[in-house]
């Protein structure tokens, strides 16, 4: 398969919004929670076991919400 410029083009792109968007809703995270979620991690992480769990978790959902956007970026139409 070739590879053409307008390709690593369209890869940086969707990287770089893919990025933007993981950016922007860590910092809604934060202003909406600020404080308080501050305080209910530092509990989660009090104990190592409840750390790992906790961080499990939190990746976990995470990830799951990146590859749902991904799924559905796939489905708008795009001209070729």
């Known amino acids: 398969m070739e590879y053409r410029l307008f390709d690593f083009l369209n890869l940086l792109g969707s990287l770089g919004l893919f990025l933007y968007g993981m950016k922007v809703?860590?910092?809604a995270l934060m202003e909406l929670a600020g404080d308080r979620m501050r305080k209910i991690l530092a509990g989660a992480?009090?104990?190592?076991l409840f750390a790992v769990l906790t961080?499990?978790?939190?990746?976990?959902i995470?990830?799951?919400?990146?590859?749902?956007?991904c799924g559905y970026s796939?489905?708008?139409p795009l001209k070729s």
């Not at 961080?55 to 976990?60: E, L, Q, S, V």
Request: aromatic share 4%; glycine share 4%; net charge positive.
């Open 25 to 27: 809703m860590s910092l």
């Open 45 to 48: 992480t009090s104990n190592r």
């Open 74 to 76: 796939k489905k708008l």
């Open 55 to 60: 961080g499990f978790t939190i990746t976990a």
């Open 62 to 69: 995470i990830q799951s919400c990146s590859t749902n956007l």
